[in-house]
């Protein structure tokens, strides 16, 4: 009854036929196939005895037996034994049996008289199919795993996130604190500062400093970079900062105290790229002058009353960059209404919005009838419109020889900074209506993986109908490959099976996608109207599967894409390789 | 080769049939060639068949149609194997029997398939002898 060729580790075959002739027959072609052990029964009960002792492979199974038929044994191991794929033999005469035991699960049916070439083929296909699924699940498994722990690490980086957010919140407030709270009151001169640094903290510093009867020191200071190094840099730049002589207790003269302030972060500084520039002012309240140095900073902006402008431009280089430096100044004779604009480039140089000119800011300050802190105000909103997130610190200080009470704001906006942080787009939305025979599909937002089985099901099952479809993209900014592999399937689906699929709203951008894509039929059903979509249109869920990505569907689609350009080829063969190893697909 | 007997109810039948007994090489061709398989299968046959016959001589005698049916259909099965078209109909006829039968009929159409199963035999006989031979006669 048993013949053992190979030791356990090989597949093990069982073959059920009461005809002893065709069964050696199946036997011997069995005996062919490397690393398989086969084992050979007379019938349906002897073989559930078998398989109920053992774990089996492969069955191949006749179907008319005595005792219990082929039928009865699949029917009983569905239930008791899943483990063997199983081959029926069957002559014409059991062939809805065979049929039937299809239906039952069964993998292969071969006809009799057997051929053992094709039961050779088919044995080696179904162990094949048993090492493939074995491998699957193996993947999933971990898969799975894999996924847990990065859900893990992601708790962990969220968690230490929170406690950098925590921190940085914490370095805020100490850096509001360098800052001066409370503007000195000078009769005859009015100063205002406006300070709103662009992460939490920032690179930017000013102070207004009164040095003694005589002397008011002004500056505004911008250290490069962003975040905590700008704010470090920019405290060691207080902190080295020194106004008067420490001997004489003289103050030092704007290009003096820029010089000696540029020489020690120098030698304090070694790493490359950092650096601070700063507009410096010595304020003589008695002669009403103004000396002025500048070191690598936007100009400082003079107004008069009459309306002339001025500029006092870079005397200097950035400070930080060499050991010694020298600093020109300019001195200006201040007349009653002149007023004085020093700021950092967040004013007139967001990285993104609608920065403000160095014309306009002039226009501004020229134009205005009270040069009080709400004009600082209005520059900041008219300079910082449109930023988000990424907005740079922006920094003024103004003079104003008027009397009138000096304001310093340093709020750091806290209103604009409860602002959430920029919400994640949102996934596309799938609607869906029908209406006179006829059905609409608009896609909005971004289409991608997640969602294209449920654009799929829904599209597919109206083509299979025969409706004609409209997919409207007016509202799609972006189609991920995914997507666009079963927007393809779905329009070739449709010209095969004769219904009418039309693309409508295409945005430039997408239509980008197609045609770098050879999407050529996709493109062929773009209509250049647009018909308004039926008036009730329904969310689709996304599919019970929509939380995990379905593997299987993604290999699909960029296969399809492949198969359009030697280019797309190319371009999707990295995925489509590691999907189908994934997969388990030779 | 056939075997016929002149006494046969349908002789013309039988004799105007010119197949012969068995295709061997159709047969080889379902082994993927193997000459030695089908010898196995054929030894197998040569102790098997007279049994599967046997069987079916006792249902017939007992007149049990189930029984008749089911070794008719093992019998069909067995000569399948070695392309014995006639046997398999005959056999196959067999299998077809039902309560409704032709009990003479029947018994007829058993004669006939036993003459025909004794020229398998003799055939495959010659085929395993043949083979003997061969190696014995072999360099």
């Known amino acids: 009854m048993k013949r053992s060729r190979h030791p356990r580790t090989s597949s093990r075959l069982l073959v059920v036929d009461d005809d002893r002739i065709h069964r050696r027959l199946v036997v011997k072609g069995l005996g062919e196939i490397d690393g398989v052990e086969i084992h050979e029964v007379e019938d349906g009960i002897a073989a559930r005895d078998y398989l109920a002792q053992h774990p089996v492979d492969v069955v191949v199974t006749d179907v008319m037996m005595p005792r219990m038929d082929g039928l009865a044994l699949i029917r009983w191991a569905r239930e008791e034994r899943k483990r063997p794929i199983w081959i029926i033999l069957s002559g014409l005469d059991t062939f809805d049996a065979a049929v039937e035991a299809i239906h039952l699960g069964a993998f292969d049916f071969l006809p009799k008289p057997l051929h053992i070439k094709r039961l050779q083929v088919s044995v080696k296909n179904a162990l094949r199919h048993r090492r493939l699924l074995a491998e699957k699940r193996r993947l999933r498994r971990e898969l799975e795993n894999k996924v847990h722990q990065l859900e893990g690490m992601c708790r962990i980086l969220e968690e230490q996130a929170e406690h950098i957010r925590d921190d940085l919140k914490r370095a805020e407030a100490i850096q509001s604190a360098l800052l001066p709270q409370s503007p000195p009151q000078l009769p005859g001169f009015m100063i205002h500062s406006l300070y709103r640094p662009g992460h939490c903290i920032g690179g930017d510093l000013y102070d207004v400093v009164r040095a003694n009867d005589r002397y008011v020191i002004l500056y505004v200071a911008d250290a490069s970079g962003h975040g905590v190094s700008a704010a470090m840099l920019s405290v060691l730049f207080k902190q080295r900062l020194q106004i008067a002589d420490p001997g004489t207790g003289r103050v030092l003269s704007p290009g003096l105290a820029l010089e000696k302030v540029s020489g020690e972060l120098f030698n304090a500084i070694t790493t490359p790229g950092m650096f601070v520039t700063a507009a410096y002012c010595v304020l003589d309240l008695r002669e009403k002058k103004l000396r002025c140095a500048s070191a690598g900073h936007p100009p400082v902006q003079v107004v008069r009353e009459n309306g002339e402008t001025v500029s006092i431009r870079c005397t200097g280089p950035a400070l930080g960059l060499s050991r010694s430096v020298s600093f020109a100044q300019e001195e200006l004779e201040l007349q009653s209404g002149d007023q004085l604009l020093l700021y950092t480039d967040g004013l007139t140089d967001q990285p993104s919005g609608t920065a403000l000119k160095v014309s306009k800011l002039i226009e501004l300050l020229t134009g205005n009838g009270s040069p009080g802190i709400d004009l600082l105000r209005r520059l900041f909103r008219e300079a910082t419109a449109g930023t988000g997130v990424e907005r740079d610190d922006v920094t003024m200080v103004s003079v104003v020889v008027r009397s009138g009470a000096s304001v310093f704001d340093n709020q750091a906006g806290k209103d604009e900074k409860k602002k959430p942080r920029v919400p994640a787009p949102p996934p596309v939305s799938i609607l869906f209506a029908e209406a006179n025979g006829k059905a609409h599909i608009s896609l909005q937002g971004r289409g991608t993986y997640t969602q294209s089985d449920a654009f799929f099901e829904a599209a597919f099952a109206c083509v299979d109908a025969g409706q004609a479809l409209t997919v409207d993209l007016s509202e799609c900014e972006y189609l991920d490959s995914t997507f666009l592999g079963t927007l393809h399937a779905l329009v070739d689906h449709a010209e095969v099976a004769g219904v009418r699929v039309t693309l409508q709203g295409v945005r430039e951008y997408v239509r980008g996608l197609f045609e770098e894509l050879k999407m050529d039929t996709v493109i062929s059903r773009i209509a250049e109207e647009r018909t308004a979509p039926p008036a009730r249109l329904q969310p689709l869920q996304p599919s019970e599967k929509g939380k995990k990505p379905d593997y299987r569907m993604i290999l699909w689609a960029h296969e399809i894409l492949a198969s359009l350009s030697e280019q797309n080829r190319e371009k999707f063969d990295f995925v489509i390789q590691t999907l189908r190893r994934e997969l388990g697909e030779a | ?139």
Do not use: C
Not at chain 2, 14 to 25: S, Y
Not at chain 2, 28 to 38: F, V, Y
Not at chain 2, 54 to 71: F, G, Q, R, T, Y
Not at chain 2, 72 to 92: M, N, P, Q, W
């Open chain 2, 1 to 139: 080769m056939v075997a016929s007997s002149p006494s046969d109810d349908k002789p013309s039948e039988e004799n105007a049939d010119a197949r012969p007994v068995l295709d061997w090489e159709l047969a080889k061709r379902r082994t993927a060639g193997s000459e030695e398989i089908l010898q196995e299968l054929a030894e197998l046959f040569l102790e098997e068949g007279p049994k599967l016959l046997e069987k079916l001589d006792e249902a017939v005698e007992k007149e049990s149609a189930e029984e008749i049916s089911m070794a008719g259909h093992k019998l069909k099965g067995s000569v399948e194997v070695f392309a014995a078209e006639r046997a398999k109909e005959l056999a196959l006829r067999l299998e077809n029997v039902d309560s409704e039968s032709d009990p003479a009929e029947t018994r007829e159409v058993l004669d006939r398939l036993g003459r025909e199963l004794s020229a398998v035999l003799d055939y495959l006989r010659g085929r395993v002898g043949g083979k003997e031979q061969a190696e014995g006669a072999g360099p």
